[in-house]
């Protein structure tokens, strides 16, 4: 195999050499999207038990440098800040999917970049390159091995988000095209995180594990350490290893000219993107519904796989597709609240849930649903949804983020300063603005 075969020799050069005037102005305006939507889901629970809890975790071994934690008045180190921000952006279910391989892209790629560009004094303009370059390489990752690798039980948000925030990591800091090649190597030693440990706290510690180990790699290769050239695609590489023979294609084709960041969606209700035509197929159902005597929901093999399940707590609450269809139908909304444990123990909640069935409608592509009611009278009603709110088929506009960020706890001042990200010689104003007083 020479050089120019390798998955990661190709990425390394994109990384390294894709040209800082290179981006179109609607991929620009898509990483401030991007940027602003993950700022808005860190905001909003930025006093959350798992947050305070990975903080005190972290604390005690954080280094001098000091970087911000959103939301919060302590500060920590860049490898802290990337872990406990990344915990923050992902703990909703709230933040940003490329529908295809469900991958959240901003949420282990962003911390890192802001800690490193907070402490070492890189532009605004810097990060959000970095930020593309790495959410691509995270999201061509994963669909060279998608669906397999999710079905297989990886929670591939978190072992592509190494890959993600190793490349932007490596961009940010300049590194050459080997260099690059080699921090996504180190990254492939790191990657980890199983779809069984969703509905836990666990899911947390590997969510903060992609973002702080991405930027370790990144650190490693620029110190001069090597990792072998297949580390993703090899024998006994990353992609075998977890099950998959990689389709290096979907890694390196159109590289530069085919964006899948450009794919970014982004969420309307705080739960498993799957779910969201459940919730639209309900609140289009709800108007005028008698007494429910049964429901039905049918979608593809990943909606029943992520939500057919039991509920035991408000994690599950948020990829259930019987607490979605609940709270939709008796509340009309599914907001934050909608998916806290009081209303996981709620008697009108868990009554509706009850008369809750899914099954399999292969014929319907991912992301689409159909919710079929029926009444005590007998009578039956349907919605089918297969462009919900939020998808590429019915996308937010900026004003609909801007309300989402605010929802979540954000200020003008805040929104502004994420607008204008790329105009400021760093960092630091608009990171001052996130830290709590």
């Known amino acids: 195999m020479t050089q120019q075969d390798y998955a990661g020799a190709a990425l390394g050069r994109f990384i390294a050499d894709f040209p800082a005037d290179g981006f179109s102005p609607a991929l620009w305006h ?117 669906p397999g690798h999710y079905a297989r039980g990886w929670h591939i948000t978190s072992t592509c988000g190494v890959f993600g925030a190793a490349a932007g990591c490596a961009r940010l800091l300049g590194l050459d095209p080997a260099q690059s090649w080699t921090a996504l190597g180190i990254a492939a030693s790191q990657s980890a995180g199983l779809v069984e440990n969703l509905p836990s706290a666990a899911k947390n510690v590997g969510m903060g594990n992609a973002a702080r180990n991405g930027l370790l790699a990144a650190l490693f290769a620029e110190a001069g350490y090597g990792a072998a050239p297949a580390a993703i695609e090899g024998r006994l590489g990353w992609a075998r290893a977890m099950g998959d023979a990689p389709d290096v294609e979907r890694i390196t084709g159109g590289l530069g000219a085919r964006w899948e960041i450009a794919r970014n969606t982004y969420k309307p209700y705080p739960a498993g993107i799957v779910f969201h035509a459940v919730i639209d197929a309900c609140l289009e159902l709800r108007e005028g519904l008698g007494e ?77 649903a159909r919710v079929s009611v029926v009444l005590a009278d007998g009578s039956r009603r349907v919605a089918e949804v297969r462009a919900p709110r939020g998808s590429e088929g019915r996308p937010m506009s900026d004003a609909e983020l801007e309300a989402k960020f605010f929802a979540n706890g954000g200020s003008a001042a805040q929104a502004e300063a994420v607008w204008g990200l790329d105009r400021g010689a760093s960092v630091g104003p608009m990171m001052r603005l996130f830290a709590a007083r």
Not at 120 to 139: D, P, T, Y
């Open 30 to 146: 898509e990483g401030r999207r991007s940027l602003l939507n993950f700022f808005g889901g860190a905001l909003g629970v930025a006093q959350d038990p798992a947050v305070a809890t990975a903080l005190k975790v972290m604390a005690p071994f954080s280094g001098p440098e000091r970087a911000t934690l959103i939301g919060r008045p302590e500060k920590l180190d860049a490898m802290g800040a990337a872990f406990v921000n990344c915990i923050a952006a992902n703990l909703l279910d709230f933040d940003d999917t490329h529908l295809e391989t469900v991958i959240h892209p901003t949420a282990a790629v962003a911390p890192p970049l802001l800690a490193l560009a907070e402490l070492r004094g890189f532009s605004g303009a810097a990060v959000l390159e970095a930020f593309l370059i790495g959410a691509e390489v995270e999201c061509r990752i994963g669909v060279s091995v998608s």
């Open 292 to 368: 429910v005597a049964d429901i039905l929901v049918e979608g593809d093999q990943l909606l029943l796989d992520r939500g057919d399940r039991v509920l035991r707590n408000e994690r599950d609450a948020r990829v259930s597709i019987h607490h979605c269809v609940a709270v939709a139908l008796s509340r009309g909304r599914a907001g934050v609240e909608d998916f806290s444990l009081a209303a996981v123990q709620d008697a009108e909640v868990a009554a509706l849930r009850g008369k809750v069935r899914a099954g399999l409608d292969a014929s319907l592509p991912r992301g689409a």
